[in-house]
């Protein structure tokens, strides 16, 4: 769930801003891999599993959870969003009923 308090937000958004510049910045067809290689980066050290010590089914588990719980949310706030106004735009499938 993305939706934390105000407060909580302002300690990330600089440094989300920051590499969000970055990626922008990188040619569409390179910036797929870099997106990866941050946010891969930036789940790997906050659940300690880039060290031994902080391997574990649990951490693993709940570093594979918070991501799928993102992607879902960002299809259910964006995707779908989109994909309904194409709906809207240029017709709904004919689903043969």
Same mark, same amino acid.
């Given at each position: 769930m993305p939706y934390i308090p105000p407060e909580d937000r302002a300690r990330y958004? $600089?440094?989300?801003?920051q590499l969000a510049t970055l990626?922008?910045?990188q040619s569409p067809d390179k910036r797929k891999g870099h997106a990866n290689?941050?946010?891969t980066q930036i789940l790997r050290h906050a659940w300690g599993v880039h060290e031994t010590a902080g391997e574990s089914y649990s951490n693993y588990a709940d570093l594979?959870?918070?991501? $799928?719980c993102a992607k879902l949310e960002i299809y259910r706030r964006w995707v779908a969003t989109y994909e309904d106004q194409a709906i809207e735009k240029n017709g709904d499938l004919d689903m043969g009923d």
């Open positions: 958004d $600089e440094a989300i801003d990626l922008n910045q290689y941050v946010i594979i959870g918070t991501f $799928e």
